[in-house]
C-alpha cells in the first residue's frame, strides 16, 4: 500500500498527509513526522485536525508533533 501510494504521488495523484497515516499505522513515527511535515509544506488543509483527531494521540508527546501544532498555530 505504501508503495502505491509513493506512486501514486509521483503522478500527482496521492497527498503527503494520506503517506503520513499510512506510515503512522505501520508505527513508524519519525516517517510520520517527515511527511507531516511534508503536508505542512504542502499546505495541507487537512493538518487543521493534528489537535482533535484521535489517530494522533501517540504523536502528542513528541516534540516535533508540538512544533508542527505551534506553526499551525494550532490550540493544545
Request: aromatic share 10%; net charge positive.
Amino acid at each position: 500500500m505504501l508503495n502505491d501510494l509513493k506512486a501514486r504521488r509521483r503522478q500527482g495523484h496521492s497527498p503527503a498527509l494520506a503517506i503520513a497515516l499510512t506510515y503512522h499505522g505501520l508505527g513508524d513515527a519519525t516517517a510520520c513526522l517527515d511527511w507531516l511535515e511534508t503536508a505542512f509544506e504542502e499546505r495541507d488543509p487537512f493538518l487543521m485536525e493534528l489537535t482533535v483527531w484521535p489517530g494522533y494521540d501517540s504523536l502528542r508527546r513528541s516534540a516535533r508533533f508540538r512544533g508542527l501544532t505551534r506553526k499551525l498555530r494550532l490550540p493544545g
